[in-house]
Every structure is written in structure tokens, then in C-alpha cells.
């Protein structure tokens, strides 16, 4: 009998990020195959990633088009997946997250009754319209896989209080930390300006566009107007809908410093070097913490609210008052920075990925 066959789908930076422990424990793992899919949401983003890890996709769908449409891409997504599912024939498909992609993953493995792993499965809001539309994408894949690999207690409990089999729900920790393992260790910190304090943002969320985005961008010229000592690095996001909105408020300004996207151990080089983060990254909250960096989070909600709980994330939404006060207390306390600044982190001990294939093998191989 052959080995089983685990089509490993990946389509955003996040993903490929989050993904990439996984698929290198299952390709090191002598009684698995591994194919690896992009669907490639993310076209340059996801490749930057990708590089990193060493990873070579075997199919690349490339379904990237410039500001794309959610119902268009979610079509060419579906049948383009399925044309793969029916060629390959996987035993398995494993994806993570909440985008797109992981939901059409979902739902096309349904349609083939193909049990579906869900990587950090059970992240919830409790709103469908914030995120959007991330929450109805992690809600729907959950009830569609065989497999729910949670990243902490909580999100087991949400999958349980959704009436979902226990037997089937697996708390693994978040791979999120495992690949910051592999690559922070030998990462130097980005250099700062000597006596300059720099403040990393990212923001980019769908339900930002347009005034919350606006208030965001008053709050980072508001806070380099008070503190000579600050500078801002902003990587932006190659959406329109961002980069015109983030290069006309604060394109040319002084002590503010606009990017494209880093690649992935840049970025673990500036969040290093960082004084605090600013985020609407799932991923950087999760990040942060681990590298004992404060992360005010720009949202009205999280669906990570274990970093919050433990005092090293705090929600200051989008409002630039809200914002502003927020990194003030920071900047000004020492007390309140060190209190956040502890490098303790809910999301596991960079072990996920391995209790994932752990699950696996015993499904496939039960006599190992």
C-alpha cells in the first residue's frame, strides 16, 4: 500500500508562513507524500515566503488579479481547485487560516469527500461582518474539515460550544511560533537611527479601507509631530485600496518610512529592532508577543484575545484618538512598557507542527 498523499494548500503570506512547518514535517516524514498547491491570492507576497522556507510549489494556480473581486476570485478558485483534486486524487488536504483560499479548500475537499485538515482552527469573533470576511471564511471551513488542529484551548472551546466532534478537535499550539523559531535565532535586528525609537505598522484589513485607514495614518503623523525621538517604518500593502490612502497621508513625510511588503526574515528583523508594533495582522499578534514586543492592535475586535488576556497585546481599534493614547502610555511609562514587554507568549512552544503530523500518522498509519 502506498504512502497517503497530502495535498498542502497554501495562497496568502500568512498562510505559506504558518503552513511551512507543516509541510516540511510531513516531507520529512518517511511514511507520507506531500504535494504543495498555490492558489497564489497573494501572488508576490506568498513567493517572497515561500523562498524562505525553501518550498517549491507543484501546482501553482497563479489566480491573482489586480483588486480583485471576493465572488470572482471564489468562482475561478472553486473550479480550479476541483479540475486539481480530481487529477491528484489526495488522501488528505491541509490548509490554514481564514482567507479564500482556506475556505474553498474546504469546500471543494467536501464536494470529493476528502477529509480536510483546518490549521489554527477555531479563532472566532462572534461577528460575521469583523473580520470580513475572514470570520465566515474560519467558520465555514471548520464545519467542513475532518480535522480541527486548534492553537489554544480557547479556540478549542469555540469549536465545542459549535457542537463539533471533540475526537476530532486536536489543541497543537500555533505554527506561527514554530517558524519564528526557525528563522529569529539567526536573525539580526534591523538598525535604528541612534536615540530614535521606531514603531513597526502594519495595516491592511478589508474593513479598514477608507476612514478607519484615514484615522490610522492622522494617528502616525500625530504621534512623529510629538516625539522628535520616533520614526515609523509602515511595509505597505501592494492593495490599492492601501498603498493610495497610505501614500497620500503620509507619503514624503519626515521620520516615516514607506516600504513595499518585507520579506519574511526582514520583517522578523524589524519587529526585533522595534520599539512597539502597530497591527491588524493576525499573524503579528501572534508574533509579538514571542519577541517580548508590545502590539497595540488596530481593531475593534480579535479573534486572539490570549494575548490581550495576558496583558501583552492591547485593542485600540482605528480611532486616531484611541491610538495615539495608547502609544503615548507606552512610550511615556516605562512601567506600562515593561509590563508589556514580558516575551511571554500564549500561542505554544514551536512544537505544532510535529503534534500535527502526530495526529496525522495515527489516522493513516495507526499501527505505528
Not at 480557547?154 to 528563522?183: C, F, K, M, Q
Request: net charge negative; charged share 20%; with cysteine.
Amino acid at each position: 500500500m502506498s504512502a497517503p498523499l497530502f495535498l498542502c494548500v497554501v495562497g496568502t503570506r500568512p498562510e505559506a508562513i504558518k503552513m511551512a512547518p507543516v509541510i516540511r514535517a510531513l516531507q520529512q516524514a518517511p511514511w507520507a507524500r506531500v504535494r504543495v498547491l498555490a492558489t497564489a491570492q497573494h501572488r508576490d507576497l506568498l513567493d517572497q515566503v515561500l523562498q524562505t522556507f525553501g518550498i517549491v510549489p507543484d501546482v501553482d494556480l497563479d489566480l491573482m488579479q489586480p483588486n480583485q473581486d471576493l465572488t470572482a476570485l471564489t468562482a475561478r478558485m472553486l473550479t480550479t481547485l476541483d479540475r486539481v483534486l480530481q487529477q491528484e486524487q489526495p488522501q488528505a488536504v491541509i490548509a490554514q487560516g481564514d482567507t479564500t483560499t482556506v475556505m474553498v479548500a474546504a469546500l471543494a475537499s467536501f464536494y470529493r469527500q476528502i477529509p480536510f485538515g483546518h490549521v489554527e482552527a477555531g479563532l472566532r469573533t462572534g461577528d460575521l461582518r469583523n473580520p470580513f470576511p475572514e470570520e465566515m471564511n474560519r467558520i465555514l471551513a471548520g464545519h467542513l474539515a475532518h480535522w480541527h488542529f486548534a492553537p489554544t484551548p480557547r479556540a478549542r472551546d469555540n469549536l465545542l460550544r459549535e457542537n463539533l466532534d471533540p475526537a476530532r478537535v486536536h489543541v497543537t499550539g500555533n505554527t506561527v511560533i514554530d517558524a519564528l523559531h526557525t528563522v529569529a535565532a539567526s536573525t539580526m535586528a534591523r538598525p535604528v537611527n541612534p536615540g530614535h525609537r521606531m514603531i513597526l505598522v502594519t495595516a491592511h484589513r478589508r474593513e479598514s479601507f477608507g476612514a478607519p485607514l484615514e484615522q490610522i495614518c492622522q494617528a502616525l503623523l500625530q504621534l512623529t509631530e510629538t516625539y522628535p525621538d520616533v520614526e515609523i517604518l509602515y511595509p505597505v500593502h501592494p492593495n490599492p485600496n492601501v498603498r493610495q490612502t497610505v501614500a497620500a497621508w503620509l507619503g514624503g513625510r519626515p521620520r516615516i518610512q514607506l516600504c513595499d511588503p518585507l520579506d519574511y526574515v526582514p520583517f522578523i528583523a524589524a519587529m526585533k529592532a522595534a520599539t512597539l508594533i502597530l497591527t491588524d495582522s493576525g499573524g503579528v499578534q501572534e508574533e509579538a508577543p514571542a519577541l517580548a514586543k508590545p502590539v497595540l492592535v488596530l481593531r475593534e475586535e480579535t479573534e486572539r484575545p490570549e494575548a490581550v488576556e495576558a496583558g501583552v497585546a492591547a485593542l485600540v481599534g482605528t480611532r486616531r484618538e484611541d491610538i495615539v493614547q495608547g502609544v503615548r502610555r507606552l512610550l511615556d511609562s516605562p512601567e506600562a512598557y515593561r509590563d508589556m514587554a514580558r516575551g511571554s507568549s500564549p500561542y505554544g512552544d514551536g512544537q505544532a507542527a510535529q503534534r500535527i503530523v502526530t495526529v496525522l500518522r495515527n489516522h493513516f498509519v495507526p499501527c505505528s
